[in-house]
Structures are given as structure tokens and as C-alpha cells.
């Protein structure tokens, strides 16, 4: 009951974000490298993640987790990219489903793909966080 | 004159009065005494027949097993206030179960009503309750534990279960795994060696129904080669029993050099099989392709989507599109629906989630036709709609997700919903 009423909280706080952002005219500069970052991680989405995780990011019940505004997704960007570069193995529990698929880890992406997918993810979907850069990625994994 | 009158005009009545007490204590009459939902709960279904919600809301509803007096359990995949299984009763006859009670704490899938006793399985144990004469569970709170210490390593977690007629429960222990790669559905990861998961899961194991706190070594594993099974039930016409697997995912995922995404979302199939002791079905080794009617070297272990495996392994007795997920079947032996349904199987889809991108497909019942124990001719949709849209079925969002059968005492076919809980109750209702 607690994770669902921070993931709500989460969400409003996000949504509102979102909301206040849209209000403002569009910058050029930062936002078109995220733009273009998300977009080159729609490709990866495609092709590496969807499979499970399905076209809308709601996952499959009792098997792949849903990526919607959750706090793996939207929470700690270090947990979440280690989570590609080794793969998941353990029950996850999300609002009191629990999902048990293994996932398979995707270290062949690079640093730069990883970065790009999820950036992509974290805003899409209705989810919206901050990019994840390839410096971030970098950090875990030096040099690919 | 005249008390010979008011007798005679008494004697429909008392013979009315008489047949429905037969009907109610044997419940051997046909005839429905409730009238299908106004849209027959939603679902699209062939000429003469309806249908009704009997239930709603329960939770994870898997398996179920309805009683002589038409009395309802089911098994829950995620309990329900402490409940993992639920038993249903209609008082006033109108089709509604309007009374519920729960026990039995654990989440699981198998249902099973046989001998004096209601079989239950957690993901790890199999459990029995001593029924009264009515069919009730005697003791809710101490069930005796059959089986325990089954393999649970997640994936292909729930343990199905069927009784035979000469003492024996069998269970379904899935694979933990897709494909048996060396690394779990990593691309281009190949198969594991002799398969090492065999030895403990990927197969049906039999043990005595009647034993208490059996383990591994008290059993026998009765058929391998399984990759995970949710369906299955006992045939009774020639005494065997039957079994739907649920086929290995991710072709082009992990082999996207020899299978096309369009391929992967139809084949493997989902295929029936027929078994006998000691059959193997050659999960991992192999997959059935229903077009090429062959059994395919998976690529995991130097398959290229033409060459065939080894011989052993038996063949399917039937075969169906790829990733629908066929969680029950049930031989139908009811007196209710016209002749042709007479001993063929229905089989529930729970629906795809392997297609994406492509269209999933399944949320439906299928019929298939049988003739002296054996699939004959095609099968076809029998049930169809619980998804809700069409939209819903393109997209795996569906509402209901078809996931237990049983026959009713009157001959009704009761099917359980995972998804929302729903449980169905079809009818036919035509003379």
C-alpha cells in the first residue's frame, strides 16, 4: 500500500512536471539531445525490450514486470543500468504482483544504447524522469 | 367422485414435486432453471448455446473443479485475504453463487475433485481435503500433504494435477527455463548439454494419490521432455492421459538470423499430447512446426528452422498456432450439449504474449473434435470475447484471460478468468 501511494505520489509529482513543462515554449539546446537520445532508444525498445515488456511498457502479467511509472524505472538511474548491463534474475514485486521471468542481461548494447533506451523509457509511457547519459553509464561501465 | 378429482388433479403436482427431488438429489435432469446473462456475459458462442457469470471479482482464478451438487472450487494464483482457494455456492438456484467462503492460504493452480477428496497444489506441494457426502471440505484448516518439495525456480512455477482411475496423481513440473540456453533467453546463448533441468522438472511426474508427504524419490517421473504444462486432464475412453504444453518462446529474439519476427510469433506450436509412461516429448532438443508437420532441431542445439531432431520423441495428437497459452483442457463427458461435443476436448487459451510486435491471438475456448480417444478433424473457436475487443486481443490487453475448465453435474461448462476473476458457467438451451 505504501510503494503504490509513492508511485501515485511519484506519478502526480511527475505528471504536474510534465503538465509545467509542456506550458513553456520548447528549448533548442538541451532538450534536443535528450529528444534525439530517446528517439535512438525507441530503436533499442523495439528490437530489445519489447518482446517482454510489450509496445505499451504494461509488461505481462505474472511474468514480465510493467514498466509504468514504478520505482525501478523511475527511481535510481545506477540500479536501473546495471540492471541491462547484468540482467535480472529474482521475484520482483510491483503493487503486489510479483514477476518472475528471468531477464537476460544486455551488456552488448553500448554505453551509448543503454543510455539511449533509458532515456527513452523514462519517458514514455507516462513515466518522466530525468535522461540517463552515456557519462552515467560510463561511471558503471567504463569505455564501451 | 370429487376426492377422486382433487387426487388426480394432485398427481402432476406430486409427480412434479417428485422429479425435482430426484433432479435435486442426482441432479441427473438437464433442464435450466436459470437464464443466461442478457449478453451471455459478454462472450460469443455457437448457435443455441448462452452463458452467465456465475461469479465475478475472485481474484487469480486457475483451476477449477465443480461438485455433484454444482458447488464451485477454485484455485487462486495470489490469495485473497488469506484465501487461496475459494468455494462457491448458489442458494437459490438463479445461477449466481451468492455465498463464498475461502481457505487454504497458499497461491497455486491445481483443482482436482476425485475420489472422496479435493486436490489443491501451491507451486511447490500438493495438498488433499476429506470431502463430506455433499462434496464439502470436511477440515479447511489441516488438508494432508500429498506431495512436497516439488522444484519452484519461478518460471513455469504452477503445478498442475490429475487423477487416473487406478490411484494416481499426476503433476505437471515446468521447466524453470525457455530453452535450456546456457544463458537464460540470451541471444545466440546455446543449449545446455543434456539438459540437466530434465532430471528434476520439464516433465509430468506420477505419484499415489492416497500417500501422504511424498518427495522426488517417491515418484516417478512419467513422461519428459515436457517444457511446461498447465493443462491436462484424464481420458476416459481409453484411459490415458492427456496433456497441453506450452511451447518455447523468443525464435528470432534470440535467433534472429534463422527465424523472421513473423515466424516467431506463429511457430513453435502449442501442442496436445497423448502419453504413455516413459514417452518423451523432446523439450529442449526439439519444437513442433505445424506447417512442415515435423519436429524441428531447436536452434539451440544446431537447428536451422529445417533440420529435424533426433528420433525418440514422440509425436503431438494435435497441434496449434504458436504463444496462445493453452492453461486447461477438459474432456467433455456431459449430457447437455449436443452429441458432437460427446467426449472432445475443450481447451482453454489464456491468450499470447510472445507475438509482439505481431498481433497476439488466443483469449478464446477451443473445441476440438474427438473419435475413439483420438483428435478428429479441426479444431475451432467454441468461446470467444472474454478479451473484451478486438483491439484487446491485437494488443494482449485483454479483460478476462481464459484459465480453468470443469464440467457442471448437469453438463454445464464452467470456465475461470485469471485476469479480473470472472467465472463462466455456458449453456446449451436449445431442445
Known amino acids: ?144 | 367422485m370429487k376426492t377422486k378429482f382433487i387426487f388426480s388433479s394432485f398427481l402432476p403436482l406430486i409427480a412434479v414435486a417428485g422429479l425435482a427431488w430426484y433432479g435435486a438429489k442426482y441432479n441427473s435432469s438437464t433442464s435450466i432453471a436459470f437464464t443466461p446473462d442478457a449478453d451471455n456475459a459478454g462472450l460469443k458462442l455457437p448457435d443455441g448455446f448462452g452463458a452467465l457469470k456465475a461469479a465475478d471479482n475472485l481474484g487469480r482464478a486457475r483451476h477449477i473443479a465443480v461438485t455433484q451438487s454444482g458447488d464451485v472450487y477454485v484455485k487462486l494464483n495470489r490469495a485473497v485475504n488469506g484465501n487461496g482457494i475459494l468455494f462457491l455456492h448458489d442458494g437459490n438456484g438463479d445461477g449466481k453463487m451468492d455465498d463464498t467462503q475461502g481457505f487454504g492460504n497458499y497461491p497455486g493452480t491445481g483443482m482436482y475433485i476425485k475420489n472422496g477428496y479435493l486436490y489443491a497444489s501451491s507451486n511447490n506441494d500438493v495438498y488433499r481435503y476429506k470431502l463430506d457426502a455433499n462434496q464439502k471440505v470436511v477440515n479447511p484448516a489441516e488438508p494432508e500433504h500429498i506431495v512436497t518439495g516439488l522444484i519452484n525456480r519461478r518460471q513455469h512455477e504452477s503445478k498442475s494435477v490429475v487423477l487416473d482411475n487406478d490411484g494416481n496423481i499426476y503433476v505437471n513440473i515446468g521447466a524453470y527455463s525457455n530453452s535450456c540456453q546456457e544463458q537464460e533467453r540470451t541471444k545466440g546463448s546455446m543449449g545446455r548439454k543434456g539438459c540437466p533441468i530434465l532430471d528434476s522438472a520439464g516433465g509430468i511426474w506420477q505419484f499415489k494419490a492416497d500417500k501422504l508427504n511424498q518427495t522426488y524419490g517417491s515418484g516417478t517421473r512419467y513422461a519428459t521432455g515436457l517444457r511446461n504444462v498447465v493443462g491436462l486432464d484424464w481420458n476416459q475412453q481409453n484411459n490415458q492421459l492427456f496433456v497441453m504444453q506450452h511451447g518455447r518462446d523468443q525464435l528470432h529474439d534470440l535467433f534472429p538470423d534463422l527465424y523472421t519476427v513473423q515466424q516467431s510469433a506463429i511457430y513453435p506450436a502449442e501442442c496436445m499430447y497423448a502419453l504413455k509412461k516413459g514417452d518423451n516429448a523432446g523439450w529442449p532438443y526439439i519444437y513442433y512446426d505445424q506447417d512442415q508437420h515435423k519436429k524441428i532441431l531447436a536452434p539451440e542445439y544446431g537447428g536451422d528452422g529445417k533440420k529435424e531432431g533426433p528420433s525418440g520423441i514422440i509425436d503431438p495428437a494435435a497441434a496449434y498456432p504458436g504463444h496462445m497459452a493453452p492453461n486447461a483442457i477438459l474432456f467433455y463427458t456431459g449430457n447437455m450439449f449436443p452429441e458432437r461435443y460427446k467426449n472432445g476436448a475443450f481447451i482453454a487459451f489464456h491468450g499470447s504474449w510472445n507475438r509482439a510486435p505481431e498481433p497476439q491471438a488466443g483469449f478464446f475456448v477451443v473445441f476440438q473434435p474427438f473419435k475413439d480417444g483420438k483428435p478428429f478433424g479441426k479444431w475451432e473457436v467454441f468461446a470467444d470475447g472474454f478479451a473484451g475487443s478486438e483491439a484487446n486481443v491485437v494488443s494482449g490487453r485483454a479483460e478476462h484471460r481464459p484459465s480453468g475448465l470443469a464440467q457442471g453435474p448437469d453438463g454445464s461448462l464452467y470456465v475461470s478468468d485469471d485476469n479480473k476473476g470472472t467465472i463462466y458457467r455456458i449453456v446449451y438451451n436449445r431442445k
Not at chain 1, 502479467?61 to 514504478?70: A, C, F
Not at chain 1, 503486489?96 to 523514462?122: C, E, K
Open chain 1, 1 to 144: 500500500m505504501k510503494l503504490v501511494r509513492v508511485v501515485f505520489i511519484t506519478g502526480l509529482v511527475c505528471l504536474s512536471t510534465f503538465l509545467s513543462a509542456q506550458k513553456t515554449p520548447k528549448k533548442a539546446t538541451k532538450a534536443s539531445g535528450s529528444a534525439t537520445s530517446a528517439a535512438n532508444g525507441k530503436i533499442v525498445y523495439m528490437q530489445s525490450c519489447l518482446p517482454c515488456h510489450q509496445q505499451d511498457g504494461g509488461g505481462v502479467q505474472n511474468m514480465n514486470p510493467p514498466l509504468i511509472k514504478t520505482t525501478y524505472v523511475l527511481g535510481d538511474k545506477d540500479r536501473l543500468i546495471k540492471i541491462l548491463l547484468n540482467g535480472f534474475n529474482e521475484d520482483v514485486e510491483i503493487n503486489g504482483d510479483t514477476y518472475s521471468n528471468a531477464m537476460p542481461s544486455f551488456a552488448h548494447l553500448t554505453n551509448q544504447q543503454i543510455a539511449d533506451v533509458l532515456t527513452f523509457v523514462r519517458n514514455n509511457f507516462g513515466n518522466k524522469a530525468p535522461s540517463v547519459t552515456v557519462a552515467d553509464v560510463n561511471k558503471l561501465r567504463p569505455g564501451k
